[in-house]
């Protein structure tokens, strides 16, 4: 049992038992793996690695497989998300109108790599295709909060919004 667990641990048995039964329903239904993938994601955030091998040894499906199945969808992912995910557009409006400069600023100053979430869990920093909303470049979106027409010196006071 996990000490360090806010519940002793039972959280993360409802958690499994919820993915094994999930897994169960599956189990005999061709392409059923991606469904799985998703409601692992949807209970933990992430893909935890742990959590794939009870999947492979019950789908009798490589890890290799699940880890080329779950990496090729942008949805997944391995690593715990952070509270608020920031996504910076990349696409060609906004990466003309200075959008690497958002992600600059925002790398210094949540002190995190793109990709990566902060020490703290709060933010996840992530750079990504055109977002939709190319009259308003750069965009960057937190959660379901759309900025547009920033730039780098706005970080700081947007962040401020998420303190």
Known sequence: MNQNCCCGG?????????????IE?????KGGLIP???????IYGYLPEDVL???SQELNIPMAEI?????????FSFEPKGKYIIRVCLGTACYVKGAQG????????LNVEVGKTTADGKFTLE????????????????GEKVYGRITPDDI????????
Do not use: W
């Open 10 to 22: 039972k959280c993360v048995d409802e958690r499994l038992e919820k993915v094994k039964k999930v």
């Open 25 to 29: 329903e599956y189990k005999t239904v």
């Open 36 to 42: 799985v993938l998703h409601k692992i994601q949807d």
């Open 53 to 55: 091998k009870v999947v």
């Open 67 to 75: 880890f080329g199945v779950a990496s090729f969808y942008s949805y």
């Open 102 to 109: 958002l992600i600059d600023r925002l790398c210094k100053e």
């Open 127 to 142: 750079a990504t295709r055109c977002l939709g909303a190319c009259g308003l470049a750069p965009v960057m979106v937190i």
């Open 156 to 163: 700081p006071n947007i962040l401020k919004e998420y303190e």
